[in-house]
């Protein structure tokens, strides 16, 4: 599976973003998709993920601001992200797996990464 994230980009604090993941090569539909964001000196860390049945579940930190969300018939996985903060800088990574969870070693795929930058 290849994944290729696009969509980051500067926002001052409040603004919004969205970011799209394309997947190709494999059968997206059963696969779980999450997003990950490292911060510069910070381990990479969970944002949410969209279970192939489904479920969706979201990093304390982002519940009510960001929205995950997926449309198989494009292969593509998307995070819309609301009411941005400058602790939300980093560069955001997605990620499929087909027992894909909360934790990055759950993933055997990833995208390239895709910065958000978001000022105050």
């Known amino acids: 599976v290849q994944l290729q994230a696009s969509g980051g980009g500067s926002v001052q604090a409040g603004g919004s973003l969205r970011l799209s993941c394309a997947a190709s090569?494999?059968?997206?539909?059963?696969?779980?998709m999450g997003w990950f964001r490292q911060a510069p000196g910070k381990e990479r860390a969970f944002v949410a993920l969209?279970?192939?049945?489904?479920?969706?579940t979201y990093a304390d930190s982002v519940k009510g601001r960001f929205t995950i969300s997926r449309d198989n018939a494009k292969n593509t996985v998307y995070l819309q992200m609301n009411s941005l903060k400058p602790e939300d800088t980093a560069v955001y990574y997605c990620?499929?797996?087909?027992?894909?969870?909360?934790?990055?070693?759950?993933?055997?795929?990833w995208g390239q990464g895709t910065l958000v930058t978001v000022s105050s």
């Open positions: 990620a499929a797996g087909r027992m894909g969870g909360l934790s990055v070693t759950t993933y055997g795929y």
């Open positions: 090569g494999g059968t997206f539909s059963r696969y779980n």
């Open positions: 969209n279970q192939w049945t489904g479920g969706r």
